[in-house]
């Protein structure tokens, strides 16, 4: 699987957008694009994930760049909940997805 | 909907001892079910997956094993644990096909000391 890089940690001001971005300029033709998060002492849990087109659902959006080597996710209106590790990952669509968590962005949601 | 039952909750072993770790799911049939570890401070290290009874995949070489007696059912185990065995570990599932999500149960959180 490809590897991806993100920003360490990032803070958002609560009721604003958070914008967490993230490299992947390895990627292959058939590696979408995962993005999950962690709360403090819980498992992780899925956000949104895409292959080409932007994608967007209840809880957040996601742009992939034309060229696919980079991708943000958006929170459109962060709250205080939405303070977590968030995962950018990329894997194949397999009969079984393996996917490699690395270090993740800590998003502070701030009062 | 699915739901993922791991447990015990808290654990902790003395160096040596056996582990046994137990996940079952509700709500599914034929899921891939899945293994991380999480140390402290780090990321989700996948350990195992399985996509159906009987059939595991290891991803990194340890002296972790893990069993699927059961379509429902994914046990991790050790003969003999080490310190570097502390660590959350967590069950996930996939339900496969179509379906892209993998969802985490609750978490085992081991501490050998």
């Known amino acids: 699987d490809a590897k991806t890089t993100q920003p360490t940690s990032m803070d958002c001001a609560e009721g604003r957008a958070a914008n967490l971005p993230c490299n992947h300029s390895?990627?292959?033709?058939?590696?979408?694009v995962y993005w999950y998060r962690q709360i403090h002492s819980q498992g992780p849990q899925y956000i949104i994930h895409?292959?080409?087109n932007n994608e967007t659902n209840e809880m957040a959006s996601l742009i992939i760049t034309e060229d696919r080597k980079s991708s943000t996710l958006i929170l459109p209106h962060a709250t205080l909940r939405d303070t977590a590790v968030y995962y950018c990952?990329?894997?194949?669509?397999?009969?079984?997805?393996?996917?490699?968590f690395g270090s993740g962005t800590q998003l502070t949601v701030l009062p | 909907s699915q739901t993922i039952h791991q447990w015990p909750a808290t654990l902790v072993q003395p160096v040596g001892s056996p582990l046994s770790l137990e996940c079952t799911v509700e709500?599914?049939?034929?899921?891939?079910l899945y293994w991380y570890r999480q140390a402290a401070g780090r990321g989700l290290q996948l350990l195992f997956y399985?996509?159906?009874?009987?059939?595991i995949s290891s991803e990194v070489p340890q002296n972790l094993s893990a069993s699927r007696p059961q379509d429902r059912q994914f046990i991790l185990s050790s003969k003999k644990l080490l310190l570097s065995d502390s660590g959350f570990y967590l069950c996930a599932l996939e339900r496969g096909g179509a379906s892209y999500e993998q969802y985490f149960g609750p978490g085992t959180r081991l501490t050998v000391t």
């Open positions: 390895t990627i292959s033709g058939n590696e979408y």
């Open positions: 990952i990329v894997s194949s669509s397999g009969s079984a997805r393996q996917l490699t």
């Open positions: 709500g599914t049939s034929n899921p891939n």
């Open positions: 895409g292959l080409k």
């Open positions: 399985s996509v159906g009874i009987g059939q």
